[in-house]
């Protein structure tokens, strides 16, 4: 142990809660901040998070509290698990307090018209702050059980990447470094539109060879993306680009499978919506990305037929017909965009 | 149509029917061998495969035949969908046959003592030929039924590419090309190997971050493997590669997944064997990639590990801990040995 401040996590979901966990079991003391005090008061009286995730207990040495700038004041390791939506919000107004902290963000976006990651906005707020992301195949619920469970930590900074190795890896928790911050980040980001496919794909009850040449495809073209904008081809091989699609697309209770899922039942996407009783972030990023595919000029004939369908009134028939009649290509034709 | 001469598609197994089917739903006449003049009359009889492909209707332009000389005589394209226990023995006899055709394996495997590979060993019985692989993932029951699937010809002959997507693609079945004969190849055989882990996990009752987990850092191992042996990294990212991986470690219906399904239950190799009442691919790659990995001085933890569960007697729960303390590495470490 080099580093004996308290590790503040922000966030009172459910993956923030699972790192809370990992944290103090690894001996370190967690000051985790949540906006709302009577989370904090629930979780001092019962010490589970009955909302986020129901049944975990939470370790002594998880410190709740609604005060951000005494969890930022005490500590200079700070993950960042807010949801996208209240980052920017949250974290501005104490933008003072970041100055030389260790920030990781564990929170997947983009902002809409920026077309901003998470940790740019984090650099954008915080531009003294030393900046990471954390990705992975992780779901919460089984972190928090200690599932076998492998992350990485993305950074230009590697001593960064090693405190955070040394503060989050555990007997059940590996964390593999990369300094593809971009890339890694990007992965987790893309991720969400293709399980809105997947869960299309699972209602017309296609086989093993089609989810299989879906996530194949995906990642082909995630990775033609990425590769487009600067990030690092093989970043998509690891856990953070694969690993994370393969738990996304097999997880039937993320939103964004269950809006591909009402899709593929033939629900419009305002039912589906209805449904689910919210927008899932997968639907957002089409639109946003979609976009910004067409401005850069990247082939990514998934979001293109995902667009068609949520928004331009295709039917799921129809854009698989045209997927499907399209000119075979090289399997791994981004090669070529990468130059190498 | 640029050539009008039959196909043939050498083995009556699972996937030779399935391509046989395809290449005559595309309007191609199909030489269909198989060893066994039963087969080849129970298939005229009856227009099914009834011992791998029950239920499959065969289609009329299939003409199934046991004269293996006939078959090669008439054709120029060659589909090699044979057993990798019987393919050398089958094609020395007739090598002089295949001097100037198209040959196509589609078969996964390893010669043990040789550590070649099959198209490998065409290229030595027929070197007057032109090799190409098929590979992707295509369980042969899916693609039969028409399942949309999508695959890989690997070739370093262009022509050939080409003359092996205008021949298989079509409405279901969508044919891609790669210039990386010798990686799209070894993803097919090397796959076998984590089926097991894979069927392994199942049976330990593992969630989906752990099956996330293992399936990338088994993509990491292969890839690092075959680049090593001068493999593209990229083709690691398509459909023979990580695609394959997925659909392989899924199928529980596979032979490598259920003898890892028994020795997740706590049964020995033997027992696990006796179960299945014939060795799966897998446990033989195993043995042979083991030893190729310590001569060549390449990291396979996985391969290792899996080693001394079947080989050595160690325990699963020794190999898991013993995997989940190692240092951890960089996400993709094996970009380092890539070269870039």
Known sequence: MTEQHPIAVLGGGSFGTALANLLAENGRHVLHWMRDPEQVEAILATRENPRYLKGVKIHADVEPLSDLGAALGASRLVFVALPSSALRQALQPVAELLAGKLLVSTTKGIEAQSFKLMSQILEEIAPQARIGVLSGPNLAKEVAEHALTATVIASEDEALCQQVQAALHGRTFRVYASGDRFGVELGGALKNVYAIMAGMAAALGM???????????????????????????????GLAGVGDLIVTC????????????????????????????????????IKVLKAKAEELQVYMPLVTGLHAILFEGRTLEQVIELLMRAEPKTDVDFISTAGF
Chains 1, 2 share one sequence.
Do not use: C, D, W
């Open 207 to 237: 086989g093993e060879n089609t989810k299989s040449m879906l996530i194949t495809r995906a990642l082909a073209e995630m990775t033609r993306f990425a590769v487009h904008q600067g990030a690092n081809p093989m970043t998509f091989l």
């Open 250 to 285: 097999s997880s039937p209770k993320s939103r964004n499978y269950q809006v591909g899922f009402a899709l593929g039942e033939g629900l419009s996407l305002e039912e589906a919506v209805e449904r689910l009783g919210e927008v899932a972030e997968g639907v957002n990023t």
